[in-house]
Nanobody, 119 residues
Framework: QVQLVESGGGSVQAGGSLRLSCAAS????????VGWFRQAPGKVRDLVAA????????YYADSVKGRFSISKDNAKNTVYLQMNSLKPEDTAVYYC????????????WGQGTQVTVSS
């Protein structure tokens, strides 16, 4: 049974930073790619950042390149998303995910955490 629990969301002004954390239970870090999706009101859920199960490569959506950074700590079974230079358009519910199947779906999901960026 895989469980993903996010934390670290909140409200911040434009230009600020937040770090999201996702604690995983179950043996996923050595098996699955993990990452973060987001969904804004009225929009589809899509992939923001991901890291290979081996840790050898990462993916970033064009909209966040240079501002967001994904990392994972296998010993702690935790994946992080450091978000810098936040913009109002980054406002969304952010979901931790494992076993990423495409830029729009994954096999396992967290419950989501709200990030709100005000101008």
């Amino acid at each position: 049974q895989v469980q993903l629990v996010e934390s670290g969301g909140g409200s911040v002004q434009a230009g600020g930073s937040l770090r999201l954390s996702c604690a995983a239970s179950g043996r996923i870090f050595g098996q699955y790619d993990v990452g973060w999706f987001r969904q804004a009101p009225g929009k589809v859920r899509d992939l923001v950042a991901a890291v290979r199960w081996s840790g050898t490569s990462t993916y970033y959506a064009d909209s966040v390149k240079g501002r967001f950074s994904i990392s994972k700590d296998n010993a702690k079974n935790t994946v992080y998303l450091q978000m810098n230079s936040l913009k109002p358009e980054d406002t969304a519910v952010y979901y931790c995910a494992a076993n990423i199947l495409s830029t729009m779906t994954a096999g396992y999901w967290g419950q989501g955490t709200q990030v709100t960026v005000s101008s």
